[in-house]
């Protein structure tokens, strides 16, 4: 079935170290979307991207970084930087186009401990 | 870049219809409303979304205001799986991509 796959779906992590959050699509969309949510609260941006090798900034863009080497992958790393990396990580994608739908994987839990 | 409000919560008796309110007031004219809601955490489910006609599929109806400054979900008959919280979402294009940006949410009880 077609959809977007993010893994893994709990992942600890420990104070000062990376951790790389997958997102994989095989819907064929050019864009992506990395969002982040903390408990009780909506959606925010942290990255997006549009076309391969390319990729924008969202709202919440430091203490992260994101590669677009391929269409069907945007892996999303959380760095050290990243004062409070505990939250719920959602990756999205949709086709260009005014109107297109956009889907969602099923989310990412990163704790850090 | 274009914002949306939407009330934090409401509740809804089962069988009645759930109006969920959104404003946009500074939407492009050619930026789509979509709608999409999310239970326990999980992905967002999409919903409905339009440019400035009202919309209705299976799920529920999006009826825009002329002005394009507000719309309205309806959940027209909604049950208890229906309790989730309700995104309001304008599609923003912005440098080489489009960023999509979350309203507040609204929080929609069902209740017996």
């Known amino acids: 079935d077609g959809g977007i796959t993010q893994s893994p779906k709990y992942l600890f992590r420990k104070e000062g170290q990376n951790v790389t959050l997958s997102c994989e699509q095989n819907?064929?969309?050019?864009?992506m979307y990395w969002y982040r949510q903390d408990p009780g609260q909506g959606l925010r941006l942290i990255y997006y991207?549009?076309?391969?090798?390319?990729?924008q900034k969202g709202d919440i863009a430091e203490g992260y970084s994101v590669s677009r080497e391929k269409k069907e992958s945007f892996p999303l790393t959380v760095t050290s930087a990243q004062k409070n990396p505990t939250a719920f990580y959602l990756c999205?994608?949709?086709?260009?186009?005014?109107?297109?739908?956009?889907?969602f994987g099923e989310g990412s839990w990163l704790t850090v401990v | 870049d274009a914002k949306t409000t939407q009330p934090t919560s409401m509740d809804c008796a089962e069988g009645r219809a759930a109006n969920l309110p959104c404003n946009h007031s500074t939407i492009s004219g050619n930026e789509y409303v979509y709608w999409y809601r999310q239970i326990h955490s999980q992905g967002p489910q999409y919903i409905i979304h339009?440019?400035?006609n009202n919309e209705t599929n299976e799920m529920a109806s999006l009826i825009i205001t002329e002005d394009r400054k507000s719309s309205t979900l309806i959940l027209p008959h909604a049950t208890l799986r229906d309790t989730a919280v309700y995104y309001c979402?304008?599609?923003?294009?912005?440098?080489?991509?489009?960023?999509?940006?979350f309203g507040t949410g609204t929080r929609l009880q069902v209740t017996l």
């Open positions: 979402i304008v599609r923003v294009a912005a440098g080489t991509a489009s960023k999509l940006t």
């Open positions: 819907l064929n969309h050019d864009a």
């Open positions: 999205a994608s949709r086709i260009v186009g005014s109107g297109n739908t956009i889907y």
């Open positions: 339009g440019l400035k």
């Open positions: 991207s549009q076309i391969v090798n390319d990729f």
